[in-house]
């Protein structure tokens, strides 16, 4: 569907536009005796977040283990169900409850399978046992982000 057909004076044109979806554009250069041939550029529209990364295991938000264990997610897509991987998703790591004081942080490339394992050797601030939190931050290629619950896990 055409949504704008114009002659510009000017470099530049200013434009809202209605929806999400695939969008593109042509342009040509135009003068008394002539015109260049179109040039066409494509492009897409998404305001919409993925959803909130899921964490794997069925006991609610806690995990208990004695000295290993692996955290795993998943992001789902929002129109199909279906398994996503973002562009990136970020686990982030805590020694609080309150999500605000980083402790670690790791990223995971779109590729990649979302679990991050750990052990009792794992670093500082995270050596020996208590409780420690985890959530994971989800980003899709339009720059949208979405952040999962706060989970816990317990090293016994």
Do not use: C, K, M
């Amino acid at each position: 569907n055409l949504l704008v057909d114009t002659l510009l004076l000017d470099n530049a044109i200013a434009f809202a536009f209605p929806d999400e979806g695939d969008y593109g554009w042509e342009v040509r250069v135009e003068n008394a005796g002539s015109a260049s041939e179109w040039q066409g550029y494509a492009f897409s529209i998404d305001r919409t977040a993925p959803e909130s990364p899921v964490a794997h295991w069925g006991n609610g938000d806690t995990l208990s283990v004695n000295a290993s264990g692996t955290l795993e997610w998943d992001s789902r897509d929002l129109n199909t169900g279906g398994l996503r991987y973002p562009t990136r998703d970020s686990l982030y790591l805590y020694t609080r409850n309150d999500s605000t004081t980083i402790a670690a942080r790791y990223f995971f490339a779109e590729t990649e399978a979302r679990r991050f394992d750990f052990n009792a050797t794992f670093p500082s601030p995270f050596s020996g046992t208590g409780a420690y939190f985890w959530q994971v931050a989800s980003l899709d290629r339009a720059g949208n982000r979405r952040v999962s619950n706060l989970f816990r896990f317990i090293i016994q």
